[in-house]
């Protein structure tokens, strides 16, 4: 017995001596506790096959109507008016008339995520660098927990200032400027036009962006604080710059677990839903016109549209949801294991990846 | 009137009995719940009925109260017919009437005519300035400045989204097709447009943009007057153009009163009353007529049967959130309904 124990754990002391004695309870022998302690570790796992299989199960009747034109078209109808009948196609029950497409959602929601990325992961790269190589070590951690702060700030919280302040103001200050600014070329032509009111794909993103920002910066300057002196001492006596030693020496010696942080924030933004369920406008099926438009996320719609889908008697716009629900569950899964594998190949040790979320 | 098998108190045992649903409703079922609950409290006892009240959306409401998680659920909107054929023992209670206004925020437009037909351009984006010539047909005289429309809808599942899209339907059923009608749909690409979440969002939605319209509960109309957005005037189904008040709202709805069915469920949208208001409906209790026990089920009956009588006091119920108490004859029918509540 205490031989299998101590294969378990084999930092642990149990082979040694007389058994440890620390905590002062007993749980009734060690059997007990081992027990108790496999059942807790498990339960993190449990918890997420229990989501997916109970998401899945609720999800079939809808995959299987739906079929590949959920992802191919963007109208969300729950039936044709609000006296249609339940009607069964291929024995799955639904209102007559009714037809789901996700597309817009999707596009939304990797839309805003690419947006906030593309303005986040400079500026927190940056940050992260300056904060361990140029500003002074108390300034560096004052602004390091300023850092860490923001990325406590509940969503919820981003997402009124966005609806509330940060909006408004670019809708009539910020984006009039670039649009009336911009060519009306192919491609370019996606920032002109109609500036919106301080709902849509712009101030959605940018409030993501802020929400990113924290994780990316964090992770970021906690992997180049891991860049060992010498090689950046030797880069610098060879004459580099200092942005030829990020470039070519700080970065590259992090370059995968960069990428990592990165594709951690990534996570973060597909799956943030009542910031951007706030500021995105709702505009349900459709894909933003240009980058001011009202659009919508697989997040957003998803709570805007239960209630909705709660009265519909035959439940196939719930199963809906719940496919929605898989697909943003899948992708985020996705996401968070590519980004872990990343860190981890950078570093043996434990990282704070995910810190803040 | 009322027979033996409606009781006016609650059961003896202290029961619970849930609330959720409607967030027009929401306020209105808190101050009647409050009420009631004061009256069968015992002074420096505990409450003889506690009554818990949330609101969650109608959707919501009607789910719970079908799938039995709460005792009462309430809605803007009469049960759907798949919604009955799935829950048979569902009933829709009429507890008071409510109406709809048409807010817009046109900066020197005192006096706004509307009808279906121009609300359906607007809201499909045909029309998209006020000074639109079809907007100026109905309003004579008027002086429309040049300002792009904006048009705001609900972001959340609603009851208001229902009657208002039941009332372009109803008038003009080739620009706004039956599969448009429902507590949420998919809106027109309407470029400028804005979804709001809440009659809240939509009060203050409408008055931080220039140039909007929205549709708007008549409970919110002291917040819109507040926010300084104007009323328009609806045409109703014999072509008159009015205002909600008290007067045009129980005009409308007692074109109603004789035809509404043991059943309640009647839409009263575009009525043929000439001094009627077009945009009104019953406010509704969704309740199964089989409760988890007898003592539960006598306290909602009692309770909902409070409402549809002491409950429809105008100064200290119906008149803050300006609704309308129903007509004696629709009481009669709600409380034969009650009555069937059991267990």
């Given amino acids: 017995m205490a031989a299998s124990a101590s294969e378990l754990r084999p930092e642990g002391e149990a082979g040694h001596g007389p058994p440890p004695r620390r905590l002062g309870i007993s749980f009734g022998g060690d059997r007990a506790v081992r027990w108790v302690g496999f059942v807790f570790a498990l339960l993190p796992a449990g918890g997420l096959l229990a989501v997916l299989a109970v998401l899945a199960v609720e999800a079939i009747p809808a995959i299987k109507l739906n079929g590949w034109g959920f992802f191919t078209h963007s109208v969300w109808n729950q039936g044709g008016g609000y006296n249609a009948v339940i009607v069964k196609t291929g024995g799955v029950a639904h209102l007559a008339g009714s037809q789901f497409g996700i597309l817009a959602e999707i596009v939304g929601t990797l839309l805003t995520s690419a947006i906030a990325l593309l303005i986040a992961v400079p500026v927190s790269v940056g940050a992260a660098l300056v904060i361990v190589e140029r500003l002074p070590r108390r300034l560096a951690s004052l602004v390091g927990a300023f850092l860490e702060l923001l990325a406590g700030v509940p969503s919820v919280v981003i997402g009124l200032w966005g609806v509330l302040t940060f909006g408004p103001f670019i809708a009539h200050d910020i984006a009039p400027w670039i649009a009336r600014n911009f060519p009306d070329i192919p491609v370019l032509s996606y920032f002109t036009g109609s500036t919106g009111n301080g709902q849509g794909l712009l101030v959605s993103s940018l409030v993501l962006a802020v929400m990113v920002i924290p994780i990316v910066a964090a992770t970021s300057r906690d992997l180049i604080r891991q860049v060992p002196i010498l090689p950046r001492e030797g880069a610098q006596a060879l004459g580099m710059s200092d942005f030829e030693t990020a470039r070519r020496v700080t970065l590259p010696w992090v370059g995968s677990g960069i990428v990592g942080a990165v594709v951690l924030g990534l996570g973060r933004a597909l799956g943030e839903t009542i910031a951007v369920a706030m500021t995105c406008g709702f505009a349900l099926g459709e894909i933003p016109g240009n980058l001011y438009g009202a659009m919508t996320t697989i997040a957003a719609t998803i709570v805007n549209e239960l209630d909705s889908a709660f009265g519909d008697a035959s439940k196939f716009s719930v199963r809906s949801l719940a496919e929605l629900a898989l697909v943003l569950m899948v992708i985020t899964l996705a996401t968070n294991v590519v980004a872990r594998l990343l860190v981890r190949r950078v570093s043996g040790t434990a990282l704070p990846v995910g810190r803040g979320l | ?343």
């Fill in chain 2, 1 to 343: 009137m009322v027979g033996p098998a409606l009781p006016t108190a609650p059961a003896k045992s202290p029961q619970s009995i849930t609330e959720t649903g409607s967030t027009l409703l929401f306020p209105l079922m808190g101050s009647w719940a409050t009420d009631y609950q004061k009256l069968y409290t015992p002074s420096g006892g505990t409450p003889t009925v506690t009554i818990t009240t949330g609101g969650t959306g109608s959707g919501t409401g009607i789910t719970d109260a079908s799938t039995g998680t709460v005792n009462i659920g309430a809605s803007d909107a009469y049960l759907s017919s798949a919604q009955k054929s799935e829950t048979p023992g569902l009933m829709n209670i009429a507890l008071a009437i409510s109406g709809q206004q048409i807010s817009y925020n046109v900066p020197g437009v005192k006096k706004l005519n509307l009808d279906a037909a121009t609300l359906t351009k607007i809201y499909t984006g045909k029309i998209t300035n006020w000074n639109d010539p079809a907007i100026k047909a109905i309003n004579p005289g008027a002086s429309l400045p040049n300002l792009k429309i904006v048009t705001l809808h609900r972001a959340d599942s609603s009851g208001d989204t229902f009657l208002f899209t039941s009332y372009l339907n109803a008038q003009d059923p080739a620009g706004w097709p039956a599969a448009n009608v429902n507590t949420t749909i998919s809106w027109p690409s309407v470029s400028g447009s804005l979804a709001e979440t809440g009659n809240s969002g939509m009060v203050a939605g409408c008055a931080a943009n220039k140039g909007c319209i929205a549709y708007i509960g008549i409970s919110y109309l002291q917040k819109t007057e507040a926010a300084g957005l104007g009323e328009a005037f609806v045409k109703n189904g014999s072509g008159k153009f009015l205002q909600p008040t008290p007067a045009t709202i129980k005009a409308g709805a007692a074109a109603f009163t004789s035809k509404t069915p043991a059943s309640e469920t009647i839409s009263m949208i575009n009525g043929p009353a000439p001094r009627g208001y077009a945009i009104i409906n019953y406010e509704y209790a969704i309740v199964n007529t089989k409760q988890s026990n007898g003592p539960q089920a006598q306290d909602i009956r009692a309770f909902l049967h409070w409402i549809v009588h002491e409950g429809q006091d105008a100064t200290t119920y119906l008149d803050p959130v300006d609704f309308q108490p129903l007509p004696s004859s629709v009481v009669t029918q709600s409380d034969a309904q009650i009555a069937k509540i059991g267990s």
